[in-house]
Structure formats: C-alpha cells, structure tokens
C-alpha cells in the first residue's frame, strides 16, 4: 500500500513552513497519508548536536484537525508538532 494519495488538500501556509525550515538547514519531506502528519522534518538538534526527525502537521490560523488526524496522533509514539505559523515551526527544531 502507498503512503502517497492524490491531491492531499494541504493548508496555505506549508510553502511558507517549508521553506523556512529549509533556509534554517533542515530537511523536509512532504507526506500524503490521511491522518499523517503533513512533513517529516530532519535536523541537527541545536542543543544536543544529534540528528533528529519529527513530524509536523502545518495548519493556517484557526485551522482544526481532521478526526483522522486526531486519531493518528492520538496512537503514534513519538513527536508530532502542530504548527500555525513559520515561527512555531522554526521553534519545534529549536531555531
């Protein structure tokens, strides 16, 4: 099964979040799975010098989860960020 689907609806404000992670040197993966976060993000920990990925769902202001969304993050084990804005972004990596 893929993990990709056709025309993920994604908010307006992920090309901005992207490309502010990236000029801050992180990679970034865009994910199309219902209820996946929208990015996997990969950087070097400012603080620990280690490399770390996190998830990260990009949501324009006043925008809500999806029940699937909800749903996924409520199981998964590891980080998931829920970001508004550019600088909640750059804040999860910890720029």
Same mark, same amino acid.
């Given at each position: 099964?893929?993990?990709? @689907?056709?025309?993920? +609806? @994604?908010?307006?404000?992920?090309?901005?979040?992207?490309?502010?992670?990236?000029?801050?040197?992180?990679?970034?993966?865009?994910?199309? +799975? #219902? &209820?996946?976060? =929208?990015?996997?993000?990969?950087?070097?920990?400012?603080?620990?010098?280690?490399?770390?990925?996190?998830?990260?769902?990009? +949501?324009? #202001?006043? &925008? #809500?989860?999806?029940?699937?969304?909800? =749903?996924?993050?409520? +199981?998964?084990?590891?980080?998931?960020?829920?970001?508004?804005?550019?600088?909640?972004?750059?804040?999860?990596?910890? @720029?």
């Amino acid at each position: 099964m893929s993990i990709y @689907r056709r025309a993920a +609806k @994604r908010d307006s404000v992920e090309p901005e979040i992207v490309e502010a992670l990236v000029k801050a040197g992180c990679t970034v993966e865009r994910l199309s +799975k #219902k &209820g996946v976060p =929208d990015l996997l993000v990969g950087f070097i920990d400012p603080d620990t010098n280690v490399p770390t990925n996190i998830l990260m769902e990009a +949501k324009s #202001k006043g &925008g #809500k989860l999806t029940q699937d969304q909800i =749903d996924w993050i409520a +199981k998964w084990q590891g980080q998931v960020y829920v970001v508004y804005s550019i600088e909640e972004a750059l804040q999860a990596v910890g @720029r």
